[in-house]
Every structure is written in structure tokens, then in C-alpha cells.
């Protein structure tokens, strides 16, 4: 399993670009992780480090194209976006077109909350609704300020933090399935209440999202978790 975030200059595609890609390969069967490293992408670009550059975007295709399973917080409409711009802006790198295939590959939380729930979640959200501990040591704008000091290791750091925060939540969604909050589904739930997503082994939540509806019980009474052996 990949797990990926990164960091930009802004939240524009078409104006900003990536500072950091954070990452952590993690062997679900083992429950170890194989390797965490951050790539700087903003300082080999501010020092023209034209090879710096290239082995930096091999290194992320080559990650995204042998790993079956990707992990990410609002990968498949933010992250891959500016991944594939960014892979894309170098003719000599044979990188990933088959942005559908990247699609299937994502396990991406904020995409399942506004598929299922019809509204976003943000991350430090859902681990506050399911428990999981976050530690961070600043924000985005301060990510911004170190960027722009060239705090690489501070910057560094806290794009790693957000990796971590994803592998806990992932490890949490393997072992007990993960809340969503149901505020706005229209005629099924009370705006208070949460929904108890889980997974069959071919990575369905549709079916068992369904499955949980129908059960009409409070979360205390939903126990049974299907997220069996779908990552490698």
C-alpha cells in the first residue's frame, strides 16, 4: 500500500504547483512500514536541479504505477491532479495517462464521505468523529511561510505528519471501519447521526453502506467490519 499527500504553493492547479510529496509504503499483512520518505520537489526546482528533478518524478510514477493500492485524503480530486501536471510537464518521463486506472487504485476517504454522505469531511474531522489522535505541529499557512524560508525540514515534516495521521486512519478503517457523518442525506438519517462505513473483499462500500442502512440500528449495535485482504 501507498500512502501520499503533498503540499503546494495554493490550491489552483492552473497558478501553484507542488512544494512536497509525502509518502509511506505500508505492508498491510505485516502491519510494518516498508519505507516513509519525503521528496522536495519546490527545492530542486528553485536550484534548477534538472537531475534532482528527474529522479524525483521517476521515483513518484514508478510508486504510483507498481502500487496497487493508493491511500490519500482528497487524492483523486486535489493530489493527482497536481501529481499527474506536474509528472506531465517532463517529456522524458513516461508517466501515468490512465488517470481512471489511478481512480480505481485510490482509497480516498473525503471522495467516499461526499459520495455516500453527499458532503465533505475534512481529516482532522473525521479522526475527531472516529477517535484517532491527531498530531500536528502547525498549519497550511505556516507550511507556506517555511516554504518560502526554506525550511525544508520543518516543511518536510509536517507533510509527513499528515501521511502518518493517514496511515492511522487507514489502520483504524482495517481493524473497526470507519464513521462518516450523515448530516445531509436528505429522508434517512437524522442530521446527528453517523453511518458506519465498511468494505467487502472486493472493496464494495456501496453494497455494505446499504447493507447498514437497512439494519435502521444506532452505531453501538453495528459490529460486523468487512475490510478483508483488498490492499497489497
Not at 83 to 98: D, E, F, T, V, Y
Amino acid at each position: 500500500m501507498l500512502i501520499i499527500d503533498i503540499e503546494t504553493t495554493g490550491l489552483k492547479i492552473s497558478e501553484h504547483r507542488i512544494k512536497v510529496i509525502g509518502t509511506i509504503l505500508y505492508d498491510t499483512k505485516t502491519k510494518e512500514i516498508i519505507k516513509d520518505q519525503c521528496f522536495n520537489v519546490i527545492k530542486n526546482e528553485m536550484e534548477g536541479n534538472e537531475v534532482g528533478i528527474i529522479e524525483v518524478k521517476e521515483s513518484i510514477a514508478k510508486l504510483l504505477l507498481e502500487y496497487v493500492s493508493i491511500v490519500a485524503f482528497n487524492g483523486i480530486n486535489f493530489d493527482m491532479p497536481f501529481i499527474l501536471k506536474w509528472l506531465n510537464q517532463s517529456p522524458c518521463i513516461k508517466s501515468i495517462n490512465m488517470y481512471n486506472d489511478l481512480d480505481i487504485k485510490y482509497l480516498d476517504f473525503c471522495a467516499i464521505s461526499k459520495k455516500y454522505t453527499n458532503c465533505y469531511i475534512s481529516l482532522n474531522n473525521i479522526c475527531i468523529l472516529n477517535e484517532i489522535q491527531v498530531c500536528k505541529s502547525s498549519n497550511g499557512a505556516q507550511a507556506v511561510i517555511w516554504a518560502k524560508e526554506q525550511n525544508w525540514t520543518a516543511l518536510s515534516e509536517y507533510c509527513m505528519q499528515d501521511v502518518f495521521v493517514l496511515l492511522q486512519l487507514t489502520q483504524h478503517a482495517l481493524e473497526h471501519g470507519l464513521y462518516f457523518a450523515t448530516s445531509r442525506i436528505i429522508g434517512t438519517t437524522m442530521p446527528s447521526e453517523t453511518i458506519l462505513m465498511c468494505f467487502d473483499d472486493k472493496f464494495q462500500p456501496v453494497l455494505a453502506f446499504d447493507k447498514l442502512l437497512m439494519l435502521n440500528k444506532p452505531k453501538e449495535c453495528i459490529t460486523k467490519i468487512c475490510l478483508d485482504d483488498i490492499f497489497e
